[in-house]
């Protein structure tokens, strides 16, 4: 891709932060950048005012187009019939010089830096495929958040059996006790404020293609999350001459079926189906299950690694006493304690926190879901 001229200020801005023809001190750099986007102001604001959509105030409207709003004022922005922004910059200065009087010039680098950041710091990375059950039940557009949103779903299915299904199945992709099978709500609620103030039609658009743009947006901040990863994991183990590969594929896997075998005392049939394990029909005939043995085993290895073999010991002991008492609390004080965890608030305010969330949606009674998450 050919190379576009800078925006108004970013090259003046480049030439006093970046460190030119030495290495630069990593941390000051990371500093210097900081202040330089501080002094910055963050990311433009035009939205003062208040809109409704079909009776509803939408959350902090984007009435303008703040990213597409070129400060410069002799810059200005074409947007094309897909939605497409591009900017073209008018220099009086250089009129009688012919073709370099009027030219595309990037969006402010910094727009896509703090992009990054908040992305990176914001979000998690999201299981697609639970994500792709949850959307349907979801309201992009809600006044309050997208949880809202499917807490006010929960009250609307019907309370048959299958209802009951459905509530269990929402319930458990939400707030299932392996966090990496669940949707991180704040992360959709961030991608969901992405859209609104990067699309300012956003709001206006039918309600499947607001769910569509929600997964699609999820998508790609997968794919940020990841590329940050993966630049993280080269500079601190990568080799020259060699795919950059870890000792340990899945640490937070094996990790998990180590805790699941050493605290919970699960067999290795119900680790394989907490975690999804495929386990060939063969091998479950014959009860081999070597596969999550040796997954026990590397995550037993990474704690050890961690705590000391001693120290882990004792700490796997501590954890089993609290799993047991944990495990005798009736449904409704384990849905209560989890949340309490998930949150790190106190039970109290967890349930003070619970019934605000049911007031302000209108959801089912926390019995309701107690039951479902039995």
Not at 42 to 53: A, H, K, M, N, V
Not at 151 to 175: I, K, N, S, T, Y
Request: with cysteine.
């Amino acid at each position: 891709m050919a190379s576009l001229f800078k925006y108004p200020g970013e090259q003046e801005r480049e030439f006093r932060v970046r460190s030119g023809s030495k290495y630069p001190h990593v941390p000051d750099l990371a500093y210097k950048w900081l202040e330089a986007l501080y002094e910055q102001g963050g990311l433009p604001d035009l939205s003062p005012q208040e809109i409704r959509i079909k009776g509803r105030v939408a959350v902090r409207p984007v009435l303008g187009d703040p990213t597409n709003t070129p400060a410069d004022a002799s810059t200005h922005a074409a947007r094309l019939d897909n939605g497409q922004v591009v900017w073209v910059k008018l220099d009086e200065r250089h009129l009688s010089g012919g073709h370099e009087a009027t030219y595309v010039v990037e969006k402010p680098a910094s727009i896509r830096a703090i992009l990054a950041a908040l992305t990176v710091l914001e979000s998690k990375e999201t299981n697609m495929e639970t994500l792709r059950r949850v959307v349907p039940f979801a309201e992009p557009s809600h006044p309050r958040s997208v949880e809202a949103s499917l807490f006010e779903v929960l009250r609307q299915l019907p309370e048959d059996e299958e209802g009951a299904d459905r509530v269990w199945v929402l319930l458990r992709d939400l707030h299932g006790s392996l966090d990496y099978r669940t949707v991180d709500l704040p992360t959709l609620n961030y991608a969901v404020a992405l859209l609104r103030y990067f699309r300012p039609n956003f709001e206006s658009l039918p309600l499947e293609e607001r769910r569509e743009l929600l997964e699609r947006c999820c998508e790609r901040m997968n794919k940020l999350l990841e590329a940050a990863r993966q630049l993280d994991e080269f500079l601190e183990y990568g080799s020259a001459d060699r795919d950059q590969r870890p000792d340990i594929e899945n640490p937070r896997r094996d990790v998990t079926a180590a805790m699941l075998r050493d605290i919970e005392a699960r067999t290795y049939r119900e680790i394989a189906e907490l975690l999804e394990v495929r386990i060939s029909e063969k091998s479950k005939c014959v009860g081999d299950y070597s596969t999550i043995g040796k997954m026990v085993a590397r995550g037993r290895h990474i704690l050890e690694r961690a705590f000391g073999k001693e120290n882990w010991q004792s700490k796997a002991s501590m954890l089993r006493a609290r799993y047991q008492r944990w495990k005798s609390l009736p449904p409704r004080e384990k849905f209560i304690e989890a949340h309490a965890e998930n949150w790190g608030v106190t039970p109290e305010r967890a349930v003070e926190m619970l019934e605000e969330m049911r007031l302000a949606s209108g959801s089912r009674q926390i019995s309701r879901e107690d039951q479902a998450s039995t």
